[in-house]
C-alpha cells in the first residue's frame, strides 16, 4: 500500500479557504476511493472515481465538496470554504480492475490530516 | 449501508500474549479487508480475506461468510503490534464499511 501517494501530509487552513487534497493510484490501478476520517472513529466512504467518471458520491457532502479523476495526474479531493467541521484525516485508496472478479482489494495512501484554524 | 461491529473495542495485552479480534457484518459482502493502523496514522493492509482462512506470520485471519463474521488471530504479540485493528466490508464493487475498530496496546 505503500505504492498510494497523498499530498500535502499535513493541511493547515483558515475558515472559508480552499483545500485541494492529491491522490495519485498504484501503478496499474484505475480506482480510485476517498475516505474521511474523523478523530476516534472509522473511516467513512466519500466517493469511489474511474478515469474522468465519478461512480458513486455517496457519501460526500451535497456542498462544498468535489472530486475529479482526469485523464492525466493524480485525482483531486476539492473542499470550498472549509469550516471547523472539516478538520479530519482524509484517506484515498486504489484498486486495480480484474475482469470477472466482484470486488477488488483496495489499498490505502498515508492520508492527508486537515486542520481548519 | 452494511453494519459493522467490532470486538473488543478496547484491549491491552502483555507482550508474549495471544489475542482474538472480532467482526460481525449485517450483510452478506463481496470482500472483507483487515487493516492495522499504526500510530503514525498509517493504514495497513492484513488480509484480503472475504472466505477462509489466510496465515502470515504470526498472524491469522478466518472468515465465515455464511455466518457473517471474521476473526484476526494475532500471536505472541509485540508492542509494535500496538494501534487500531479495522475490519472493512464490501458488497457492490466500490465503497467500503468500516468498523469502528479495536484499538490493541501490548505492554513490555
Known amino acids: 500500500n505503500a505504492g498510494v501517494m497523498q499530498n500535502p501530509r499535513h493541511l493547515v487552513r483558515r475558515r472559508g479557504q480552499e483545500a485541494r487534497l492529491r491522490c495519485s493510484p498504484m501503478?496499474?490501478?484505475?480506482?480510485v476511493y476517498w475516505y474521511r476520517q474523523l478523530p476516534e472513529e472509522g473511516l467513512k466512504f466519500m466517493v469511489y472515481?474511474?478515469?474522468?467518471?465519478?461512480?458513486?458520491e455517496s457519501g460526500m457532502p451535497k456542498e462544498r465538496f468535489s472530486a475529479e479523476f482526469p485523464k492525466e495526474g493524480p485525482s483531486i479531493l476539492r473542499i470550498q470554504q472549509v469550516v471547523r467541521g472539516d478538520s479530519a484525516a482524509y484517506f484515498c485508496?486504489?484498486?486495480?480492475?480484474?475482469?470477472?472478479?466482484?470486488?477488488?482489494?483496495?489499498?490505502f495512501g498515508p492520508g492527508t490530516r486537515l486542520t481548519v484554524t | 449501508g452494511i453494519q459493522v461491529e467490532q470486538s473488543p473495542p478496547d484491549l491491552i495485552l502483555q507482550e508474549g500474549a495471544n489475542s482474538t479480534l472480532r467482526c460481525n457484518f449485517s450483510?452478506?459482502?463481496?470482500?472483507l479487508q483487515w487493516f492495522h493502523q499504526n500510530p503514525w496514522g498509517q493504514l495497513i493492509n492484513l488480509f484480503y480475506?472475504?472466505?477462509g482462512t489466510k496465515q502470515n506470520g504470526r498472524l491469522s485471519a478466518t472468515t465465515v461468510a455464511t455466518e457473517r463474521y471474521s476473526l484476526l488471530y494475532i500471536s505472541s504479540s509485540q508492542t509494535t503490534d500496538s494501534g487500531v485493528y479495522f475490519c472493512?466490508?464490501?458488497?457492490?464493487?466500490?465503497?467500503?464499511?468500516f468498523g469502528t475498530g479495536t484499538s490493541l496496546t501490548v505492554i513490555p
Open positions: 485508496a486504489s484498486s486495480q480492475f480484474v475482469p470477472g472478479a466482484s470486488s477488488y482489494e483496495q489499498y
Open positions: 501503478k496499474g490501478h484505475s480506482h
Open positions: 472515481l474511474q478515469k474522468e467518471n465519478i461512480i458513486d
Open positions: 450483510d452478506s459482502v463481496n470482500n
Open positions: 480475506i472475504p472466505s
Open positions: 472493512a466490508v464490501e458488497r457492490a464493487g466500490n465503497q467500503f464499511y
